[in-house]
């Protein structure tokens, strides 16, 4: 008798799990939502738009891999990724050294030392557009302190000053604004990792005789590893997606870049929303996917390497 209530009070209503399941999934929907429209829909997109022609207004044609061919021949989209692998290269260790040695410093019990952590953190908190502004104007080539020292105290000729935005230069301007401005972050994520590592440790190395250099080899560094591994996934990826530095630094009043400044999602926002190249800038955004996946994954296999 009582399994046929139940099989009745079934019938005619959602069970009390059913109930809360679709409590539970309404919490969720709205952000799933959000994520399916305006990331994974624009993703799976992107995919098939890059074996396709499009601008935007007339009808889509299937282009196959010709968007891709045309890659290899395309001066400015071979400029781009090379400014962009350089520009990584350059950044990544500068900024995983820079970032561990602030953090080091600042673990020691030194006088103002929360202070000093403070004023490092701040160029990651501050307007890119503020700290941008600040930077041209101190390497202005003709008003910049910077060039004023070289010319004052190093001799350097008016004519050799050194064009910081412009040129061979413009990349290596890039790489020390970026250093000079993430630092701060991954020196906070450092400092997290330093005080996570037992004292015990650093006393029996003491006990031993061993010096800073050797604590730092035999534990600090081994006990970092974990920390460094978040640290050069996550620069490495920014360093590939950078934009906003490029554009304020190198790209002037117009916006518009040079062959020597150029990076690869300028290119494809340049493709996309100033000639309307929509099949091709998603085929360039593909190229992007497959050598930051590629960079990531030959990072997660030497990590897991270097762990067993």
Known sequence: MADQASAVTKKKGLSRQTKRDLVAYSFIAPNFIGFAVFTLIPIVFAFALAFLNWDGS????????????????????????????IYCVGTVPLTMIASLALAIVLNQKVIGRGV?????FFPYVASLVAVTAVWKML???????????????????????????SGGLVLLSMVLFSVWKYMGYYMVIYLA??????????????????????????????QLQSTTF???????????????????????????????????????????????KLGYSSAVAMVLFVLVFVVTMIQFRGQKKYAE
């Open 58 to 85: 007339n009808p889509i044609t299937f282009a196959g891999f010709d968007n891709f061919k045309q890659l290899f021949s395309d001066t400015f989209f071979k400029a781009a990724l090379k400014n962009t692998i």
């Open 116 to 120: 000093f952590r403070t004023l490092s």
């Open 139 to 165: 390497f202005h080539p003709s008003k910049g302190p910077i060039n004023n020292i070289l010319y004052t105290y190093f001799k350097v000729p008016l004519e050799e000053l050194p064009q910081w935005f």
């Open 193 to 222: 990792g330093l005080q996570g590592i037992s004292s015990e440790l650093y006393e029996a190395a003491s006990l031993d005789g061993a010096g800073t250099w050797a604590k730092f080899r035999y534990i600090t560094w081994p």
């Open 230 to 276: 978040f640290v050069v996934v996550m620069l490495t990826i920014n360093c590939f997606k950078v934009y906003d530095i490029a554009i304020m630094l190198a790209g002037g009043g117009s916006g518009e870049l040079t062959t020597s400044a150029t990076v690869l999602v300028y290119y494809i926002y340049q493709k996309a929303f100033m000639e309307w």
